[in-house]
């Protein structure tokens, strides 16, 4: 029996997210709109989640993985096409945050979890960083927290955000929140069909 390549994510589920984003009038501040582009961020997670657990099952090999996420990582980080402006900025915000899902996912792929510090300490350097503008170190040290989170199937307390001032550092663990929700349920979102 041939085992079927799973495919963990395409070309064409993203589009269609993006697609419902285009469609629907987006109001940052009502709460349907933020539960789309949490689940469009949350979708992607699975997606990686799904690939990071077959590799931890030994399932799919270290190059298997890092090359399924580098192709969930190229549909979701490619540029987007829109008229409105804000709802780039919007779709901008959601590749924002799973940059990093995908950044630890391959950092814990090649390398494993961070050998050094807990999930707090490297939320709490990068935020340092961060006030420092030294973003590098900043995004260096939340994907640390994300091979941590791998390795554990989560241990990241999202309390943390509320005392996080809106940056890139609360974008990039917005996004560690989505993997960690993916890691503990897999359960593909469901596109909700218009009523």
């Keep these: 029996m041939t085992e079927v390549e799973e495919t963990y994510y395409t070309d064409e589920r993203w589009q269609n997210w993006l697609s419902r984003v285009d469609e629907e009038d987006l109001d940052p501040e009502s709460e349907e709109s933020a539960r789309l582009l949490f689940n469009m961020q ?15 099952e030994e399932t799919i090999d270290q190059e298997t993985a890092l090359e399924e996420l580098r192709d969930i990582g190229e549909i979701v980080l490619s540029e987007v096409e829109f008229e409105s ?6 779709v901008d915000g959601v590749q924002m945050s799973l940059r990093c899902v995908f950044a630890a996912g391959e950092e814990y792929v090649a390398g494993g979890p961070a050998a050094e510090g807990t999930i707090p300490e490297h939320v709490e350097a990068a935020v340092a960083a961060e006030d ?3 973003l590098d170190t900043a995004f260096a040290h939340v994907v640390q927290a994300g091979t941590l989170v791998i390795e554990d199937d989560g241990e990241l307390d999202v309390t943390v955000l509320e005392d996080i001032e809106y940056g890139l550092v609360s974008d990039w663990v917005s996004g560690l929140d989505s993997l960690q929700s993916a890691l503990e349920d897999p359960e593909v979102i469901e596109e909700d069909e218009d009523e």
């Design 85 to 90: 402006e804000e709802k780039l900025m919007l």
């Design 132 to 134: 420092e503008e030294d």
């Design 42 to 56: 949350d979708d992607a997670a699975i997606a990686v989640a799904k690939v990071l657990s077959a590799y931890k």
